[in-house]
């Protein structure tokens, strides 16, 4: 698979961060999906990658910081956004996170296990762990779009001289390594792994792949999402985030962007649970 991902210049974009596990919130991104497919006729999903590695702790275990509870189903999310994509082709995209890496040529992760990868495919089994990677190699590592929208998994800190960086690329042979070492790896440590851009840093990023700013998941914001600059969002839609906080982004790909200050809450940046009760009001009964 390409390593950049050309969106189109017409329909609707749904971009979902970090489910990490979450079937759940998996289903509601679809839900939105369908929504937008049943209105436009003409409707794009982007995940911006880690769709797995979730936590595998009973209710009475779950710490607040990790947001609402849920059971991670790396597995079925998955297997369902393979049929997923088979029934929509051309029209539902990921991007790698540095925990689908993991499985295709990147270092281990160990956020809620030793070697969450395999954890991950033991549960699985040979056979279906290799379906699993064989879907992930198709994710591309950065999206673009006419509308000046960017997308990355991790912040937009790398330094490119052009998109060839980008598309010449090569996510395989760190199994050995450590996440320490592939920070300082050219391109994909920074867009993998970093959880902050300087704004000049990632004005350049946007601007050398001819955007105006960049989306991205990688680090919680437990308020659903924060604005960096002029250039950068980064976006919550499931993983650490209580219900009511959840937020997605939903952009015009016919429209021109000028600024990520041209998102609007309500109107580009959504609640993915617009009915939820905020965990304030939850704790007090
Ligand atoms: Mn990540």
């Known amino acids: 698979m390409a390593r950049v991902l050309h969106l189109p210049a017409r329909g609707r974009l749904i971009v979902c961060t970090d489910l990490q596990g979450c079937l759940r919130d998996f289903h509601r991104i679809v839900e939105l999906f369908d929504e937008a497919m049943a209105e436009t006729g003409d409707a794009h999903l982007l995940f911006t990658g880690d769709l797995i590695h979730g936590p595998h702790l009973d209710e009475q275990d779950w710490p607040d910081f990790l947001g609402e509870y849920y059971r991670d189903a790396s597995g079925e999310v ?7 994509m088979a029934r929509h082709p051309g029209r539902v995209h990921a991007l790698v996170g540095n925990h689908e890496h993991g499985h295709i040529g990147g270092p281990h992760t160990a ?5 969450e ?9 040979p056979e279906h762990a290799e379906r699993m990677r064989a879907v992930l190699r198709e994710f591309a590592l950065v999206a673009i779009a006419p509308c000046g929208a960017v997308f990355t998994h991790g912040a937009p800190a790398a330094t490119i001289a052009s998109i060839r960086d980008i598309e010449e690329a090569r996510l395989d042979g760190f199994e050995a390594g450590s996440p320490i070492d592939i920070l300082d790896t050219p391109v994909i440590g920074a867009i993998l792994w970093a959880r902050s851009a300087e704004p000049d840093v990632a004005a350049r990023f946007v601007r050398t792949l001819g955007g105006t700013f960049c989306v991205y998941g990688h680090d ?3 308020e659903g999402f924060e604005i960096i600059g ?4 980064v976006v919550s839609t499931s993983f650490g985030v209580f ?7 939903s952009l015009d790909l016919a429209a021109r962007y000028r600024s990520v200050h041209d998102l609007r809450v309500g109107h580009e940046i959504l609640p993915l649970y617009p009915d939820a009760r905020p965990q304030r009001e939850r704790a007090h009964g």
């Open 78 to 84: 998955i297997d369902e956004l393979a049929v997923l």
């Open 111 to 115: 956020k809620f296990a030793a070697d």
């Open 117 to 125: 990868v395999a954890v991950l495919e033991h549960l699985l089994g």
């Open 220 to 222: 919680v914001i437990p």
């Open 230 to 233: 002029d250039e950068q969002i």
């Open 243 to 249: 219900d009511a906080n959840k937020v997605y982004v």
